[in-house]
């Protein structure tokens, strides 16, 4: 009984999770979602194209249930970070419809599988793993780039929340302007500016 619970939890919290991610995209152009926005290149399309490899990994190889098409391989040295951005060639549209058939497949192998099913993870210190296992890992994965996208969109526009029915109140930049520095006196007085 508590299996069928929990992974059921689990599979829920991941599929709020995954709708979070393409949340972040809604109403920007091409340029915004895939324009790094750190210092070592993240980007809100990325983040997706991201997602889309591990997942399919995750909840295709590991457990003997390869993606039906073709992706790069998480071994191949030379294909290691294209994964975070998009080119110029593949469309928002590819992308996103890539991810929720990579959902389909993820949401078959949770559905046909016992939590307590083996797999097998290689890239792992410990590779013998469940199903529990793997699903945690994406559940947390997926959630941490949620945060990433949060942030990365509220640069963009101001734009925070899970949904836009939770989307924090948009107030106007005069409001943010002091809360920033509020911020900023409360940091100062608490110590030198350097380590």
């Known amino acids: 009984m508590i299996d069928d619970f929990a992974k059921e939890y689990l599979h829920h919290n991941l599929r709020k ?22 210092s070592t290149g993240t980007n809100l399309l990325g983040l997706i194209k991201h997602q889309t490899l591990s997942e ?16 790069p391989r998480w071994d191949d040295l030379g294909a290691r970070g294209d994964d975070m951005w998009a080119t110029e060639y593949e469309t928002r549209e590819e992308i996103i419809d890539r991810y929720r058939r990579v959902w389909e497949h993820s949401d078959a192998t949770i559905t046909a599988l016992a939590i307590d099913s083996p797999g097998y993870v290689p890239w792992w210190p ?3 793993v469940k199903l529990f296992n ?28 899970t949904t836009a029915e939770y989307a924090n109140p948009q107030r106007d930049a005069a409001f943010w302007d002091a ?16 380590a």
């Not at 996208?149 to 640069?155: M, T």
């Not at 809360?179 to 350097?194: D, L, S, Y």
């Open 17 to 38: 999770t995954r709708e979070v991610m393409l949340w972040k995209l809604d109403a920007l152009s091409e340029y915004d979602i895939r324009r790094p926005l750190t």
């Open 56 to 71: 399919s990994r995750y909840f295709g190889e590991v457990f003997d249930r390869p993606f039906p098409e073709s992706l």
């Open 126 to 128: 410990r590779p013998n």
């Open 134 to 161: 793997v699903m945690v890992h994406i559940l947390t994965e997926t959630s941490r780039h949620a945060g990433h996208a949060d942030i990365l969109r509220e640069q963009l526009d101001g734009s925070t929340g």
């Open 179 to 194: 809360q920033c520095a509020k911020i900023e006196r409360a940091a100062k007085a608490a110590g030198p500016t350097r």
